[in-house]
């Protein structure tokens, strides 16, 4: 039997109980076996929820790209290491292999080091997906400084706050971006920002669309004359294992975005055996994970996992609409993409443009097929199914959360028998359990409740950046002793888990997370507005979209209501990004509170669900006769 490699079901189970009965020495196998270290550990495990403070192989010493890159050198220094697609098809791929790859990351480390950075330090990386993304990411990696990647399409102000509250010295960044037939200037988006940070010194700036940008002097440099002039060799800082690899910011349900800290050792540990194991992953294998590596999952399983396995990964900069619906399935073909990995939105995309898209393509290739970042609808599986994987390519719908970073609760293909709309079950380490209200965990089969993780695995977020407490309050106050998620789940008969969706005010929007309470900040500084209420409604092809409830200062008479509602969406673009507009604005003369003052979701989401028949009793609001208005006039 292999702890590493999983490949029929019973093997699962067998690997799954020893993983429960006794998870050190289940990791420290898996530890010892697969990666490379410049010291061993003292101690494997050591944790106390209630503090929370969570600590895996305390004592050993390693780097990891050492890991993902120089160990591979020998093996498979000319395997392709990175496959790089561009927007535009006709510019062609490049094929960075693994030596090249070392080169590239060596140079990059070397200027970074140059230009000041050091061990701890924070670095902002906010690029498109261009091979630059994934080699800044690794040189962060290589001298010990702490990468906090921003997702490319946030907006200067989200880029400024995340900035700021991990005081970031530097910011690696472009000209400018393609996204389909658009370019973005990204360099005018970090200026923007950066007129409200003071804790960055330098700006580098990578060529891609070409475009004239400003060039602050003694702050912004082009990147591509120090890569030239640096040494393509870079002696890797050695990590403790404890040591924080990157930072990576998630909305929360209230408050400022909340900066996510991931330790070296146990991240990449976890990260590449679940890649290894959710995707079946083989030697000459071709993997694409649709993703950008703005988001956790870019990060796990575009970078680190895939790479800690010495796979090839793609990195697709394009859109799945450019220069027609059929991109993603000209990829497969073309690279003959064994695994793909996308998100239900992107499914249900795809499916809405019909399947003579695909059926140009041969898609034979395909293996293991994968989903991620939102509940996927029995629809989207079978479309998938039968349309992409030919009903022979395995479905992982696979459930996890920046916070756990990597996959918790999914198939395991040819193992695990899939069911539509379920992650299934538990990845080894990992033991969830379902609450109920009173904070009694719910035993049994077909139950449901909120779901939680009772014992720590490796790569769980160790804290947030700057705010110990709110991590604990945030996802170890709910539930004694348990790591809270803040989804609901339900278990079948034969415990399967389907995650039913989020339990608190996270609202998914094709797959981003979004938390009400800055969207409802940046629509309050519209000067006519009173207040607001956002929630989610669900929408055929993004899952959820938002309805705002907006009650303004004056009855809104002599307004165009029109303008009012493009200036709204216009500031929530600025302060946050166009993924957070709003799909849906109704102007309300009130919206319904409890006696203490807080706006009562409940009713306004079973409104913007046209659920009103059971509101239940409203008889106790402060202000039961709004609740008739706005049903009257819901849109
Ligand atoms: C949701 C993405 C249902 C869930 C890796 C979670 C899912 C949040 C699934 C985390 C899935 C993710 N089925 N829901 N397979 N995967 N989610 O931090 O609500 O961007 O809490 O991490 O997405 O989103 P995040």
Redesign the pocket.
């Known amino acids: 039997m292999s702890n590493y490699h999983i490949k029929h079901l019973e093997e699962y189970y067998q690997v799954y109980r020893k993983s429960v009965r006794n998870p050190e020495v289940f990791w420290e196998e898996i530890a010892e076996e697969h990666f490379m270290w410049r010291k061993k550990w003292n101690k494997i495990l050591s944790w106390d929820f209630s503090k929370p403070e969570v600590k895996w192989f305390e004592g050993a010493q390693l780097n990891i790209t050492e890991n993902c890159i120089d160990r591979h050198l020998y093996t498979r220094g000319d395997k392709t290491a990175i496959l790089f697609e561009p927007n535009n098809p006709s510019e062609g791929a490049q094929h960075i292999t693994y030596k090249e790859l070392h080169d590239r990351v060596c140079r990059f480390s070397n200027v970074l080091k140059a230009q000041g950075i050091r061990k701890g330090d924070r670095v902002c990386i906010y690029l498109p997906m261009i091979p630059e993304l994934a080699v800044s990411v690794l040189a962060c990696a290589r001298i010990g400084a702490i990468h906090s990647v921003v997702f490319a399409g946030f907006s200067a102000n989200a880029l400024a706050t995340r900035i700021n509250d991990s005081d970031c010295k530097m910011v690696i960044t472009s000209d400018g971006s393609y996204r389909g037939t658009k370019t973005i200037d990204l360099k005018g988006i970090v200026d923007d920002a950066l007129d409200n940070c003071s804790c960055v010194e330098t700006v580098l700036v990578a060529k891609r669309i070409h475009s004239e940008v400003n060039m602050k002097e003694d702050r912004d440099q082009w990147l591509q004359p120090l890569l030239d002039s640096a040494s393509p060799k870079c002696t890797p800082e050695i990590m403790d294992a404890e040591d924080s690899l990157f930072i990576l910011y998630?909305s929360g349900s209230t408050g400022q975005p909340k900066g996510m800290v991931h330790s070296t050792a146990g991240y990449m540990i976890y990260s590449a055996y679940t890649f290894k194991n959710v995707f079946q992953y083989k030697e000459d294998d071709v993997y694409w994970c649709t993703a950008d590596i703005g988001?956790?999952?870019g990060h796990s399983y575009i970078v680190y996992g895939p790479l800690a396995n010495g796979a090839t990964t793609v990195m697709f900069e394009g859109v799945p609409s450019y220069p027609d619906f059929g991109r993603f399935w000209d990829i497969v073909e073309k690279h003959k993409i064994t695994q793909f990995y996308t998100a239900p939105t992107a499914i249900r995309a795809l499916a809405k443009e019909g399947v003579e898209h695909l059926e140009k393509y041969d898609l034979s290739s395909l293996k293991v097929l994968g989903?991620?970042?939102?509940?996927?609808n029995e629809e989207a599986w079978h479309w998938y199914d039968d349309n992409v994987g030919k009903k022979k390519a395995p479905i992982v719908?696979?459930?996890?959360?920046?916070?756990t970073g990597g996959i918790m609760i999914t198939p395991i293909p040819f193992a695990t028998p899939t069911k539509p709309t379920y992650?299934t079950l538990p990845f080894p380490g990992i033991q969830p359990a379902l609450m109920d209200e009173n904070g009694n965990e719910i035993k049994g089969n077909q139950v449901d409740g909120r779901l939680c993780i009772k014992f720590p695995w490796p790569s769980m977020a160790r804290t947030i950046w700057g705010n110990h407490q709110r991590y604990k309050d945030t996802y170890f106050s709910a539930f004694e002793n348990m790591y809270f998620?803040?989804?609901g789940a339900l278990r079948d008969e034969v415990g399967y888990y389907r995650?039913t969706?989020?339990v608190d005010d996270v609202i998914?929007v094709s797959g981003h997370?979004l938390g009400t309470a800055p969207i409802e900040d940046a629509i309050n500084e519209h000067p006519a507005v009173a207040e607001s209420a956002i929630v989610g409604f669900p929408h055929e092809i993004k899952g959820n979209a938002l309805y705002g409830y907006i009650t303004l200062k004056d009855t809104g008479e002599g307004r165009n209501q029109d303008n009012v509602r493009k200036e709204i969406n216009q500031i929530i673009t600025e302060q946050i990004g166009p993924i957070a507009k709003l799909d849906t604005i109704q102007f309300t003369n009130g919206l319904p509170k409890t006696r203490s003052g807080k706006i009562m979701r409940r009713i306004l989401r079973k409104i913007a669900h046209k659920d009103a028949s059971n509101l239940g009793d409203i008889s106790t609001l402060l202000n039961p006769e709004v609740v008739q208005d706005i049903m009257d006039n819901a849109l």
Do not use: F, S
């Open positions: 998630t988001w956790i999952t989903t991620v970042g939102e509940p996927i719908d696979t459930w996890w959360q920046t916070e992650a998620t803040g989804d995650i969706g989020r998914i997370n």
